[in-house]
């Protein structure tokens, strides 16, 4: 791919035609005409910067707030049509992983970018089961946490913690150590994971099982009591599975974004990843699974969906769970999702709250206002009503995100450390402020007199804990 191509002006003899794989450009402010090379549908942001009002003018720029229009980069991990609500890993279709894969094949297929054979997922699995115990010393940082800590704090902690304990992670071009910290970090998230609820809890920590898969290992440690050997419900452990092949990956979001650009400045991978559990953690991303579950308490029941939806449209609510960056169609998630919920109702206590979203679902997708928006429900649209049938408690809900994300950022960060084309991420701005004002003493400076404080007091919320 040619970068940087010089352009060449129109009205010296070149003349675009169609079928060219060329941008021409006019800039009326001085009458120049560009040409640009169009390459898998996108210019070159750099290829602006030659188009000059005068000499020294800096050059354009293209302006994308949220980068709503930007692509940052060359990615072969996750293809997705938000139009078509298509989602395929390393060319892949979601619906076929989750019918036929298993959450640690999808791993090692992000990871690798392709399925294993059976001696290269034997081998993975092994690694991955033999580093899912933490340093005593990670346990004893966690219980420092009040007992009311929200467990993605403690995760994000937890894991930007993990660096300090593998310096050597810092060499992030040696594929031993990449590979190392890949297998560390997908074995050892579950782990903090559940720690961060039994603490939550009150509840001793229960240390990883070697015997069990992946997700059975994370249900023993988030609910063995004391019996000597637990064994999951086959049909939990796999639904548990699918949310986390469901979750694996999701491209450029924002948590992926984060990991990408702090992985930019070359740090280890592990503080990479703290900084994507930290994007998640956001009631947009990953928070919106916990915030669904909350709007569905506070609708009570299926009669009250009408007048939660005029309150969304008059603007005094949002539909959590619904609406997409992306997918401007049903996320193909959703639609899994949604079809193993009767799997786990089988198993498990019915949740009465899965009345409330499916006519919440129903009348949304009747009315125009969420069809002409293209609202539809999202991955995190019914994932929380499983989580609840699983009894794990609403604020673990992005934690379990985060488990499974952890591949996919790990893919991420290997991808682009491996690309020459990245560099430390470091985007422009439009500068808005003054400019060159001369410093005055303070008791020069006029203005009006306002102290600026917090905004008025809210009544002192009651101190919890010690
Ligand atoms: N409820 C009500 N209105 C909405 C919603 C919603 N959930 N989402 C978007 N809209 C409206 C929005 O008000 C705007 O209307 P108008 O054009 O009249 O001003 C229009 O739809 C376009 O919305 P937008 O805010 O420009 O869309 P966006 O791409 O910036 O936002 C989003 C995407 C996911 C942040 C947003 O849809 C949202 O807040 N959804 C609820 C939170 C949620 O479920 N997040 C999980 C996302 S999926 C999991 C993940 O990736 O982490």
Redesign the pocket.
């Known amino acids: 791919m040619a970068t940087q191509r010089q352009t060449s002006q129109q009205g010296d003899g070149t003349v675009a035609a169609p079928g060219d794989d060329t941008l021409t450009i006019t800039d009326n402010r001085t009458g120049q005409t560009y040409e640009l090379e169009v390459s898998e549908g996108t210019i070159r942001a750099m290829d602006l910067r030659q188009i000059k009002a005068s000499d020294d003018d800096f050059g354009l720029m293209a302006y994308d707030p949220?980068f709503?229009n930007t692509a940052s980069c060359r990615s072969a991990i996750t293809y997705i049509d938000g139009d078509a609500g298509v989602l395929e890993h390393r060319g892949y279709p979601i619906d076929q992983l989750c019918e036929r894969s298993s959450y640690l094949e999808v791993a090692y297929l992000l990871v690798f970018g392709e399925l294993p054979t059976t001696a290269q997922l034997e081998r993975w699995v092994f690694d991955v089961t033999h580093h899912t115990f933490v340093h005593e010393d990670i346990k004893q940082f966690l219980e420092g946490f009040r007992y009311d800590a929200h467990p993605m704090g403690m995760l994000l902690a937890g894991v930007g913690a993990l660096s300090t304990f593998y310096p050597d992670a810092k060499q992030i071009d040696d594929p031993e150590e990449r590979y190392m910290a890949a297998i560390r970090l997908i074995a050892k998230v579950p782990t903090l994971a559940a720690f961060a609820y039994r603490h939550n809890m009150g509840l001793p920590y229960v240390y990883p099982d070697n015997d069990l898969s992946y997700s059975g290992n994370f249900l023993s440690m988030m609910f063995k009591k004391t019996e000597r050997h637990y064994e999951p419900d086959p049909r939990l452990e796999r639904a548990l599975d699918v949310l986390f092949i469901l979750h694996a990956d999701?491209e450029q979001?924002?948590?992926t974004n984060a990991v990408r650009g702090v992985g930019s400045s070359q740090v280890d991978p592990y503080s990479a990843v703290a900084a994507g559990v930290a994007a998640?953690y956001g009631?947009?991303?990953?928070g919106?699974?916990e915030?669904?579950l909350r709007m569905l308490r506070r609708i009570e029941s299926p009669e009250n969906v009408p007048d939660f939806l005029e309150g969304?449209k008059n603007?005094e609510?949002?539909?959590?769970?619904?609406?997409?960056?992306v997918y401007k169609n049903y996320?193909p998630r959703a639609r899994i999702i949604e079809q193993h919920m009767d799997e786990v109702f089988e198993a498990t206590e019915y949740n009465p709250l899965v009345e409330i979203a499916r006519e919440l679902e129903k009348r949304a997708l009747d009315d125009d206002y969420?069809t002409s928006?293209k609202?539809y429900p999202?991955?995190?649209?019914y994932s929380g009503i499983i989580y609840e049938a699983l009894q794990i408690p609403t604020e673990m809900f992005t934690v379990i995100?985060a488990i499974p994300r952890t591949s996919g950022w790990v893919s991420q960060w290997m991808e682009m450390n491996d690309d020459s084309e990245q560099k430390i991420a470091r985007p422009r701005q439009i500068y808005v402020g003054e400019r060159e004002r001369d410093y005055s003493q303070i008791g020069d400076r006029e203005g009006p007199e306002k102290i600026i404080g917090p905004p008025a007091r809210r009544p002192k919320r009651q101190r919890r804990g010690a």
């Open positions: 949220a709503t999701h979001n924002c948590s998640l009631p947009l991303h990953g919106a699974n915030a669904v969304v603007r609510e949002r539909l959590m769970g619904f609406g997409h960056r996320d969420f928006r609202l999202n991955v995190d649209f995100f």
